[in-house]
Structure formats: structure tokens, C-alpha cells
């Protein structure tokens, strides 16, 4: 009797244990499942070609149990190693000025905004990465097209080289929509690690110490710069008359401050090869650059409200683990932020995070430089995932008592305004159009951005003995999509619908986007 009552309780605690596991992820999933998706977890469970590991997977969410392995970042040399250093580095690729442009075109286009390069972002990478910024361009001799039909592949095999200038088309002509790696990522090939993209490193002078501008009575909630779009125009909601002495515009310190950098300058210091530059204030002459260039969106939303989307590229995105065990890997990982101006002036930053993010008022966030310098926003990418945050730490999410969760540190300090690929949007102009490079570098090529697959490989079967998923999480799960499906045409700051503005770090640090 004794040991059928241990047998009992050994039995509940166990299936309460698999009961939290199973449910507990899709109660607190801020973005749960459509019927569609449900439809395809079906079809990979069938995937398994063992009956018992299907039901295991349907009944209690413990799929491919006989996968299970560690996954460390790094894996010695092995002889499947293909990986190959990153050759494609901005200013080296001779067809990379040729995608294009014409003297005419390049007349029409619209120069990088001087605020935007102004209060261009800084972004401590974490000391101990192992996957570092990559460049889009190298990004594409390492995939190839997830194509299953062998004459699609014989087509593709004999058409032109995959590229950022036509990946759009061949997507379109054959019909692809994931871009699977060429080497098998658990070898850890080279170019998923970009080690020579890692940025040179600079004395961060506000390390230990957190720099939050006190809020200008000048820069209040005036206007509705936080919800704002082309259909939904900026509207003032104060008085001018009411501001202290008559004046009706704003004369704080931002808007005493000179906005202006010569941009022949800026350009000169985003060139690899600007071994001479001069130290400027604010803009480290040799240091912070990184080789993989950032991609820099500008969107006009209208009534001088300008969103700044800075998107942060890596060839490998390495889940977190939880006991243990890792989830949440992929090819491919697209990261951003995103800056909004008003009439020039910074009003707040978007980090993200996952699915979604935090916002932050300006004076809220983080800033580089002291009183006497033009102040940049500061941000956090977190070791493996490259989520963003505001501040250095431990960022738990989604699951409870902080099992899950991203770390960041002061690590290296990227500058992504030294090396860039700039470009307008118009999100609201047909589909495949509205893109145009900035006038300063007008022959950047465009295909890539209007590619609607995704960037890394298609979610890996239960027949694949790298893939398992325990209690709804994957080992592996798809690549993302680009920018173009970031929300960039978004009327609140926030990526997604539920959108709040954080005033404080500390304020910051009570929850994530999520909770």
C-alpha cells in the first residue's frame, strides 16, 4: 500500500509536470496559433516516420525524444566544414556599384536626413558572441532555394548566381520561398559565426552607469508623434498660447543643438577604406566599424514624422536553453530598431524583441556621449537571440520564475552609421515598388527587399535527427522574413497592435512587451 500511494503521487506530479509544460506555453503565448498553423503542426508531427514518437508528440508535446542532444555554439573542425570566409565585404564587390542607377536616377534620389546619422544608434553586441553581424550580400552564396522539383533545380542551377538583385525575381519564376544553408549548421561552418564582421571595439566612458535625459517641458506629448501615419495625420493637442513667454516653438536643448553633420564627412567615415578620418565628436574614426553593413529604412509617415528603421543582419540565430536544452534556433535573423523623428527631433526608440518589442521615449533611453556632445541612443543585443533591449542584464520572457531568458553586457560597442545601405520607403505604393536607394549610395540593389520568403532554412521535419520539440518549443524553427514585414508602415511606434511608451529605465525593467 505504501509503495502504490508513492507510485500515486510520483504519477500526478508527473503529469502535472507534463500538464504545466504542455499548456502553460500556449496560455502565455502573446501570439497564439491560427487555424492554418494548427493545420501544418499536424502535417510536420506526420512527419515522424515512427508511430510512437507521433503520439508521444500529439499527447504530451514530447516530440523526437530520440534527438535529444547538447547543442553548443561552437563544434570542432570536421571535414564536412565547407564554410568559407566572408568575401563580400561593401566597397569590394565591383557589381555591387554596377545594380542600376544612372546619373539621372541618382539626381532624383533623396540624401540620408543629417538628423537620422545624428542620432544614429550604438549597439553593444555581447562580449562573448558567438554569432556576429553578417553582411546580406555574403548571406546569399551560402543558401540555396528549397526547390523539391529537379527540373525547377536544374533551372535554377543553370540560371544566374542568386544575388540582392534578383533574389525577388527567381523567387517569383521558380517558386521558392525558403533559403535553406548550403553546409549542415550543425558542423558550425564559418560564415555562420562572421568573426571578421566583429566590430573594433571602443572605450565605452559611460561603462557602470546609466545616462537618462530629464524630459524637456519643451518636447511633451503636444502633438500625437506617437500615433501617426498617412491616414492619420499629426494633431496638436495643446495650446501654443499656453507655453511659458508666448513662444509657440519648442526651444529646448535638442532643438538649440546644431542638427547639422556635413554628410560628405559622414560619408567618408562609412567607406572601409577611411583609414585617415579625423576624431570627431561622437563619431570614433577607427573603431565601432563593423564590415557587414546595416540596413538603414526611412518611411515618411507625413506631417514631418520621419521612422528611422535600422535593421541589424546574422547569418545564425542560437536559441536559449531551458534545462538544459536549446530552443529556438535558425538561419537567418533579422533585428531592428526603430527611431522616430518629429520635424528632426528624436522622440523615441523601438526596441525589438522577438515577436514584438518595447518602446521608449527618447529621454528614457540609454545615451552615449556627455553633456557636451550630441547624445546617441544606446542599445543592448542579447547574446545568440540579438533580441534588444535597453539596458544590460538578464531579460526574462514568456515562460515564469525566469527559466527563459536573454543576456546582454557591455560588450563591443557597433557604430552601424560607419558602414550602411540606405533606403526610402513609400509603404504605401504597390507591392514590389516604393523602394529606392539613398542618393549616396543610388546603385544599392533592391530585389532582395521584396522578397516575401524567408531568409533561412524551412522548419526542419520530426524526420530530421536534428529536430525535436518538447512541450510546444522547437530545436529548430524557420527563418524569418526581411524588413518589408516588420510593420515599417506602422502607425504606432511599436511593432505590433498593443503599444506602450516606456518614460524610464527603471519603469522598463518591470516587464516585457509581452506581459
Known sequence: MYHLRRITVAAVVVGAVIFLATFLPRVLNPVPPSKEKQEADQRWINTSPHWLDRQACRWFSLCGLLHLKSDPPTKPKNKDDHGHELRHILGEDPAFFSRGGNSNTKSRLKEIPDYVLTYAPLVHLYSQEFFWPSDIAD??????????????????????????????????????????????????????????????????????????????????????????????????????????????????????????????????????????????????????????????????????????FWFFFYAYNLGQTVLGTRYGNHVGDWEHCMIRFEAGIPRAVFFSEHEGGQAYAWHAVEKHGNETEIQRPVIYSAVGSHAMYATPGNHPYVLPFGILKDVTDRGPLWDPSRNLRGYWYDYAAADNEGLEPVKENADAPTSWFHYNGTWGDKLYGLDDTRQWRLFGQYHYVTGPQGPKFKNLGREKVCQTWRCRIIHSIAEGKKGSWHS
Open 139 to 308: 548571406h546569399m552564396n551560402h543558401v540555396t532555394p528549397d526547390l523539391d522539383d529537379d527540373d525547377d533545380l536544374l533551372t535554377f542551377n543553370e540560371s544566374q548566381p542568386l544575388t540582392l538583385s534578383n533574389l525577388n525575381e527567381l523567387s517569383s519564376k521558380l517558386g521558392f520561398e525558403h533559403l535553406n544553408s548550403k553546409d549542415n549548421v550543425e558542423s558550425r561552418p564559418r560564415w555562420l559565426h562572421s568573426k571578421r564582421n566583429r566590430p573594433v571595439a571602443f572605450p565605452d566612458n559611460d561603462e557602470g552607469e546609466v545616462q537618462e535625459s530629464e524630459p524637456d517641458q519643451f518636447l511633451s506629448d503636444e502633438t500625437t508623434w506617437f500615433e501617426v501615419d498617412r491616414d492619420h495625420p499629426l494633431q496638436r493637442i495643446s495650446d501654443p498660447r499656453k507655453l511659458p513667454g508666448g513662444r509657440t516653438q519648442r526651444q529646448g536643448p535638442l532643438a538649440r543643438r546644431s542638427l547639422v553633420t556635413p554628410f560628405r564627412e559622414q560619408q567618408r567615415l562609412m567607406s572601409p577604406f577611411a583609414q585617415d578620418a579625423q576624431n570627431e565628436p561622437n563619431k570614433p574614426n577607427d573603431s565601432g566599424y563593423s564590415r557587414a553593413p546595416a540596413t538603414l529604412v526611412l518611411v515618411d509617415k507625413g506631417s514631418g514624422i520621419v521612422d528611422a
